[in-house]
């Protein structure tokens, strides 16, 4: 069996590595030898999605060829193959993340970091009252907002925010004051998908816990991005994407501690979640299964454990030296282009930077990049309280991966100097 | 091969985007009708003013990217004097003239200036920008 251990903690990517040596996993990934519009594709946008390596296509494509079955169910050779696979994906990931049995973590399969939120909102509601509060931050995504939202107009418990700074760094002297008995929950991102903001996560579990409050994490622009360590950050739930990690769509995964998993009833019920049925009564089976309903994404699971090999392969400290590296060096250039102004630049940053341009909407900077091959994102990113903290509709974003070269960051470079040019 | 994106931005769009038309909420009272795309976050608000049938001003404000702003911008300078008819009418042959193929032909007389919205057809992405305003000033006038 496998065995991964994310050896590096938080904090060691102060001195960058040269851009130029880049991490040279660009010949991994099949879709980076297309071109865009005659030019080659300079994919800018991984805070979205990442870019699949050969070795997850391979994986889900093998899996499809010759393991396919359902798991959990039968007894036919197929059927006990496909469980295996499945349930050694769920063991790997684990390990990788320091999200063990051994540390006390349940590792639950979901669609996604949105799914994985709502299913702590939902498991939680019940524990909820009146004058209950739920400590959340100005910079999270809609996905770790509006199930909070939602649970507190069901339980009359209160939303408080706390407030980010102008540099779009978390305002810890406000958690502080804001964190009291009534803090059931504090639910916060650990890196900002509009700033790239890191935030100090361990901190805020450690006060959470201290108070007794629950605390759930949004990991999905930091698992890809910086070495997470469950055991470290101490979070009671922590979820992220599989395919913002260069896995596939429709998997994720959630890591809870098992006993605020046991008190919590099914998600969605039905098959796999159940223990035993009668007609009149039905008791639930433990976790994870108890939060599994139905047939999961097996080939997913699949992919997502092959992409975490990979990065495993790689190492999170060097991936986020590199991507440190390259943003550093997009700050750069984008200081250099009259009329942009950088949007947040706080002390600690992930692979992310959103910007502006005096005079030109950031769907037209996309548009216009995506005509020299460049892929960037422009809009409100899900995230509408950060744009009008910043009295902006939308930005520019710019979000770095393994594959992504200096080469990437002339060709953006460039390509807005044209865009400066075409709107003058 | 796909599309440039230089023959999207005419010259009369980036125009229009540098220096909108009839830009701004008006002094007299006016039908103020709000034009979103929650999944773009583009935001205007029209300021219309009828005498009877005719369109006598119309004005607009708010944040958008360059096609659905100069698209604004045009629909106001375009409307102004026509009648609650002729507006419907031209919205129309807009919209019909974006959801034809690129090299279809249109009626180029009726459209005008609009023709400079001919490039967006390559770009099915952005049609709904260059339409934004114009259907929420259709519907209002449909209503």
């Known amino acids: 069996m496998k065995q991964y251990h994310n050896k590096a903690t938080d904090g060691d990517v102060e001195n960058p590595v040269p851009t130029d040596s880049a991490l040279q996993v660009r010949g991994a990934f099949p879709i980076l030898g297309r071109s865009i519009n005659d030019a080659p594709l300079a994919y800018l946008d991984n805070a979205a999605t990442t870019q699949k390596p050969q070795c997850v296509i391979d994986a889900m494509t093998r899996y499809y060829a010759a393991e396919n079955a359902n798991v959990h169910r039968g007894v036919h050779y197929l059927s006990s193959l496909a469980t295996e696979r499945y349930e050694t994906a769920r063991e790997n990931i684990s390990r990788f993340f320091g999200a063990t049995e051994e540390a006390g973590y349940c590792t639950v399969f979901t669609s996604g970091a949105t799914q994985g939120i709502n299913l702590v909102a939902h498991g939680l509601k019940h524990d909820m009252q009146c004058g209950d509060e739920v400590l959340i931050t100005q910079m999270e995504h809609h996905s770790n907002l509006v199930p909070w939202q939602l649970l507190c107009e069901a339980t009359g418990a209160k939303l408080r925010v706390v407030p980010m700074n102008e540099n779009g760094a978390l305002c810890m002297e406000e958690f502080e004051r804001l964190l009291n008995t009534r803090t059931k929950i504090v639910a916060a991102t650990h890196v900002s998908n509009v700033l790239g903001t890191v935030n100090p996560v361990r901190e805020i579990c450690a006060m959470a816990k201290a108070q007794g409050a629950v605390s759930v994490i949004d990991g999905a622009q930091s698992a890809p991005h910086v070495p997470v360590n469950l055991a470290t950050l101490g979070a009671d739930f922590f979820g992220f994407s599989g395919h913002k990690l260069y896995g596939p769509t429709g998997i994720g995964v959630l890591f809870g501690r098992m006993e605020q998993f046991e008190r919590m009833p099914p998600y969605q019920s039905g098959g796999n979640t159940i223990r035993t049925v009668t007609l009149e009564k039905t008791t639930f089976a433990p976790p994870p299964e108890r939060f599994e309903a139905g047939t999961p994404h097996i080939a997913g699971a699949v992919g997502l454990d092959a992409a975490v090999a990979f990065l495993q392969s790689l190492g999170l400290s060097r991936i986020a030296a590199h991507e440190k590296a390259l943003l550093n060096y997009a700050t750069k250039a984008l200081e250099s282009i009259p009329g942009v102004r950088l949007i947040g630049d706080p002390p600690d940053m992930a692979a992310i930077r959103s910007f502006v341009m005096a005079g030109v909407h950031p769907h037209d900077i996309a548009q216009v990049l995506d005509n020299a091959g460049v892929a960037i994102r422009s809009g409100h990113h899900c995230a509408q309280p950060v744009m009008a903290f910043y009295q902006v509709p939308a930005t520019a974003r710019v979000s770095f991966g393994v594959y992504n070269t200096k080469a990437d960051v002339d060709a953006f470079a460039t390509a807005l100097h044209t865009v400066r040019e075409m709107f003058s | ?143």
């Open chain 2, 1 to 143: 091969m796909t599309p440039d994106s230089h023959r999207l931005y005419e010259s009369i769009i980036l125009d229009h985007n540098k220096s909108p038309r009839n830009y701004g909420k008006p002094a007299q009272a006016a039908a103020a009708i709000e034009a979103v795309n929650p999944l773009c976050g583009d935001t205007f608000t029209l300021y219309l003013v009828a005498d009877g049938e005719h369109i006598t001003t119309l004005s607009f404000e708010g944040n958008g990217c360059a096609i659905s702003k100069a698209s604004a911008s045009l629909m106001t300078c375009m409307l102004k004097g026509k009648t609650r008819e002729a507006a419907v009418a031209l919205g129309n042959a807009f919209e019909s003239m974006l959801q034809k193929e690129p090299d279809a032909p249109v009626n180029e007389a009726l459209l005008g200036d609009l023709m400079a919205f001919s490039g967006v057809r390559a770009f099915p992405m952005r049609i709904k920008c260059a339409v934004l305003c114009w259907r929420a000033l259709l519907a209002h006038l449909t209503a």
